[in-house]
């Protein structure tokens, strides 16, 4: 079954400070999605990624898609408290069961000191 | 467009006992997923629907979980009885399309078990 990866687990970073987070998967990736969750809320869709090369950019946050080595990354320009948050990378699962559903990463939290 | 509505968003119970939690996905939306995301970790899919059919519960506790989607809208996901480890946020999710973008996600009910 596929599997993603996030690094890092954890990040703390001082306002004004650019940052990286990385999601790579075990197999082939045909759809990589981008959410934002607050502690213990629901999800909030940020982006999504499907062609090798892609990158797609939302206020100061930018994904891309590096379909060859499996991964993708989101970088944050110039952070504020209110990108504080746990950050999740999401892929279809064409594998396994079904096709249609989302499998996840286990997330980054993201803490950001003013 | 109105989101995926869950409810309740809260729900403390004793072990053993049952609880049952409550999604209305977007309308027009074939397609609803239930996920269960413990503390640190990301979402995992427990089930999901298609119209009010099963597609996939693979991965659903079927001794203690159960779910439904009668009229192929809304659904419920039940535990009983209810265990330590169930204590997680429970996200509910719909889909126009399966494995299409546009996945919405819920607000989630976060439920801890005593």
């Known amino acids: 079954s596929q599997e993603l990866e996030q690094s890092p687990q954890s990040l703390i970073v001082q306002e004004g400070k650019n940052l990286t987070i990385n999601c790579t998967s075990s197999k082939t990736l045909y759809g990589l999605y981008w959410y934002k969750q607050k502690y213990g809320e629901g999800l909030i869709f940020l982006m999504m990624?499907?062609?090798?090369?892609e990158e797609k950019s939302h206020e100061k946050i930018t994904a891309k898609l590096d379909e060859k080595k499996q991964q993708s990354s989101l970088h944050i320009t110039a952070s504020q408290p209110s990108h504080a948050g746990i950050y999740l990378c999401?892929?279809?699962?064409?594998?396994?069961?079904?096709?249609?559903?989302?499998?996840f990463g286990k997330g980054t939290k993201l803490s950001v000191k003013p | 467009e109105a989101g995926v509505a869950q409810s309740p968003r809260y729900k403390i119970i004793e072990k053993r006992q049952s609880v049952a939690f409550w999604c209305n996905p977007i309308s027009g939306h074939a397609t609803l997923y239930w996920y269960q995301q413990i503390l640190g970790q990301g979402p995992k899919l427990l089930i999901q629907f298609q119209n009010n059919g099963v597609v996939d519960d693979s991965q659903l506790p079927k001794d203690r979980f159960s779910a439904e989607r009668l009229k192929g809208v809304d659904s419920t996901l039940k535990i009983q009885p209810a265990k330590l480890e169930d204590s997680a946020v429970y996200l509910c999710?719909?889909?126009?399309?399966?494995?299409?973008?546009?996945?919405?996600f819920g607000s989630g009910t976060r439920l801890t078990v005593v």
């Open positions: 990624l499907q062609k090798g090369g």
């Open positions: 999710a719909s889909s126009l399309v399966p494995g299409n973008y546009g996945y919405t």
């Open positions: 999401g892929a279809d699962s064409p594998y396994g069961g079904s096709q249609g559903n989302l499998i």
